[in-house]
């Protein structure tokens, strides 16, 4: 595992800034796009951090049943958006 | 009274078969009457609204579901899977009708008393409509809103033991046949090993892992009743690798029309008389490498070119039986057409044994394998199968570390060309320009 995915603060960090940066255009995001942000690890190892960040609430999930993504929490439609509270 | 005039569904009624549009008119009525006095956490109506949106989506000729969406348990990312539909004013009662999805166990064995709990469960907080089983395998329950989802969740696995199932782009819950349990034909312990894979690979069930979706199949024999061959992205089919066992007195058994011994293993025969057993014509005559023989009373079998297609021992069960040592084989890739067309799977490991007491090591070294593979190169949306199709069945087998066997060989290849590897060729690609030159002039 690379320095920068072992350190949860900064690896968070550098995951929050990629998809800020992409905000405009999208808010969610395969799992695969994270691969460029720790160009140095195994998708496995990536899997692990990126799903730790949506337990911790500073991601979430979007779903279509068939396939996943992940968004920072809050951005783009949610559950308000479709008449929910 | 229908809350919603139905005519275009009213006319799936008229059929021969059973229809699901009269079960749905059923449980709208049963909900309507509520004689159990069930506390509904979610509209009562919400059935005659499906019914509604049904036969709106039939007269517009389109869906009025929206996609997916956020929904889901804290710390899982599978099992839950949003559903909203674009007529609330219409159809309030299915403004929101979630689906999720629910680990069945292997074999799907259940007692009566867990089936009562479960739909008690799914009509108090839910609509009451279950698919008993979805094409994964999970038990389906549809239709339910955000907030009765964490509440459903705690009382499976608190109440119930019970665990939601895969969705999106997380392994499958793993699907199985009824294996040893009931079967004689099973080449092993198909349920022993579902329950295994299932803790083993927790973490990919329920959190997003891979490019896409990812299923484990796991059939007994090569009758392949689960059709795990077409549809899943890895399959375990039970085998063995020694010779079919023959009962020689049983098989004249057969011959002679013994009525102890009903030839098809005494399937439906329906109201046409087949006449009596022919062992060269049913048996003999369509095994598809015509590896048998019957002479002076005796079969024999050239087991080397048997290909496991099951139909000698299906027609005379009591004279046949699978081998002694079994295994499983192991094949990849299948896949529904939803990208280029639908794939079987291609034979990846033609025998492996099948080990409880270690793990079983040999089939979690492939599996790990193949998933290192898909997730480095494989695209968003990109299945197994298809990555097969793109970088070449050459290139599964180098990183899965197998070596090509004649049984990987469907047809004889129709490409001339061989591309060697620098690795594979004596010497490398380098060579001494100045000993070459020593015999070949400028």
């Known amino acids: ?85 | 009274m229908a809350k919603h005039e139905t005519p275009l569904l009213d006319q799936l009624e008229s059929g021969p078969w059973p229809s699901f549009v009269s079960d749905l008119k059923a449980q709208a009525e049963r909900r309507a009457k509520n004689e159990e006095g069930i506390e509904f956490q979610i509209p009562s109506d919400t059935v005659d609204d499906l019914l509604g949106i049904l036969e709106l989506s039939f007269k517009h000729g389109r869906t009025h579901w929206k996609h997916g969406g956020i929904v889901g348990v804290f710390g899982y990312g599978g099992g839950v899977i949003g559903r909203y539909c674009d007529q609330p004013q219409a159809f309030p009662g299915v403004e929101h009708f979630h689906t999720m999805r629910v680990n069945q166990p292997a074999g799907k064995y259940y007692t009566t008393d867990y089936l009562r709990t479960l739909t008690k469960l799914w009509d108090f907080r839910g609509s009451g409509i279950t698919n008993m089983h979805g094409a994964t395998g999970d038990i389906i329950l549809l239709g339910t809103t955000t907030p009765q989802i964490e509440e459903i969740f705690h009382t499976l696995t608190h109440d119930m033991g019970q665990d939601l199932g895969g969705s999106g782009s997380n392994l499958r819950t793993p699907a199985d046949c009824l294996g040893q349990s009931r079967c004689e034909y099973s080449c092993y312990d198909t349920n022993a090993m579902v329950y295994f894979l299932t803790n083993e690979y927790q973490d990919e069930l329920h959190r997003p892992a891979f490019p896409y979706k990812f299923k484990f199949k796991l059939d007994g024999c090569p009758n392949c009743c689960v059709a795990s061959i077409a549809r899943s992205d890895m399959s375990f089919i039970g085998t063995w690798r020694d010779d079919i066992r023959v009962d020689q007195d049983a098989v004249n058994k057969y011959v002679e029309n013994d009525a102890a011994y009903p030839a098809n293993a005494g399937a439906f025969r329906g109201s046409k008389d087949w006449g009596p057993f022919d062992l060269e014509k049913e048996v003999l005559g369509l095994c598809p490498t015509k590896c048998m023989k019957f002479e002076n009373q005796k079969l024999s079998i050239d087991n080397a070119n048997c290909t496991r297609c099951m139909h000698c021992i299906n027609v005379m069960p009591r004279a046949l039986k699978i081998g002694k040592e079994t295994g499983c084989s192991i094949l990849v890739g299948a896949k529904a057409p939803i990208l280029d067309g639908a794939q079987m799977g291609s034979l990846l490991v033609p025998f492996v044994e099948v080990n409880p007491d270690n793990d079983y090591e040999a089939i979690t070294e492939v599996i790990e394998n193949v998933w290192d593979w898909w997730m480095e190169e494989g695209k968003n949306r990109e299945r197994l199968g298809e990555l097969i199709m793109r970088q070449g069945f050459q290139k599964l087998l180098e990183v899965t570390g197998i070596k090509a066997q004649p049984q990987h060989v469907q047809y004889p290849r129709t490409n001339p060309y061989i591309f060697w590897k620098e690795d594979e060729v004596e010497g490398g690609w380098e060579r001494d320009v100045e000993e070459y030159r020593k015999h070949h002039q400028r």
């Open chain 1, 1 to 85: 595992m690379s320095d920068l995915l072992d350190n949860t603060e900064e690896a968070t960090k550098a995951v929050v800034a990629f998809l800020e940066k992409k905000s405009k255009s999208k808010t969610k995001f395969y799992l695969k796009d994270f691969y460029k942000v720790f160009p140095d690890d195994k998708p496995r190892m990536i899997k692990k951090v990126v799903n730790k960040m949506v337990e911790r609430e500073i991601l979430e999930y979007w779903s279509s049943g068939s396939t996943t993504m992940y968004g920072l929490k809050g951005a783009g439609i949610q559950h308000s958006s479709e008449g929910e509270e």
